[in-house]
């Protein structure tokens, strides 16, 4: 059996913050995935519901919760199961507590939340109350972080040895 260890010396405790840019970057290949689908979904009932539409605020903003209730559900799966969505893993990003670490559900579900409901204020109070950290109010609340990604492909740091 053959396993890795790395020297508890050469251990980094760097963590690299994303930038905003990244981050931004990432949430639009979400929210285009995510719009996509839901599009879909909601053009697939239309055509399956008689709907008779008079207002055209509510025609315009009827999407609105349904596509929420669905970015909220893929943030939450993905980035709790695997700590990054779509997009964020075709960035090298990805989400932790702040300590480095895999965050818990609780996090997960209050950064989700933020930016699924709320991203504009979020946004917007995180860069007014930004911190070294960069977080949205949302990430803070949660105690999550979004973190570069290094090279996976370094592994310059591991020795392998046998049992």
């Given at each position: 059996m ?6 508890d ?9 994303a ?12 929210f ?5 689908i839901?599009?879909?979904i909601f ?5 399956t519901?008689?709907?008779?539409f008079?207002?055209?605020?509510w ?8 596509t ?9 799966i993905l ?10 893993k ?5 989400v932790?507590n702040?300590d480095?670490?895999?965050p ?15 991203l ?13 950290k ?6 803070k ?23």
């Amino acid at each position: 059996m053959i396993r890795f260890i790395m020297n508890d010396s050469d251990i980094s405790s760097k963590i690299v913050i994303a930038k905003w840019k990244d981050r931004f970057l990432a949430w639009l290949i979400d929210f285009i995935i995510i719009s996509i689908i839901s599009a879909s979904i909601f053009f697939a009932s239309i055509e399956t519901i008689d709907y008779e539409f008079e207002d055209n605020f509510w025609t315009e903003n009827i999407q609105y919760i349904p596509t929420s209730i669905l970015f909220f559900t893929y943030w939450t799966i993905l980035e709790y199961k695997t700590s990054q969505s779509i997009g964020k893993k075709i960035l090298n990003l990805k989400v932790t507590n702040i300590d480095g670490q895999k965050p818990n559900l609780k996090g997960i579900l209050i950064s989700s939340f933020g930016k699924s409901f709320l991203l504009p204020v979020d946004v917007i109070l995180g860069w007014f109350l930004t911190n070294e950290k960069r977080q949205r109010v949302f990430n803070k609340l949660g105690d999550t972080l979004i973190v570069k990604i290094q090279d996976p492909e370094d592994t310059s740091d591991i020795r392998y040895v046998k049992d």
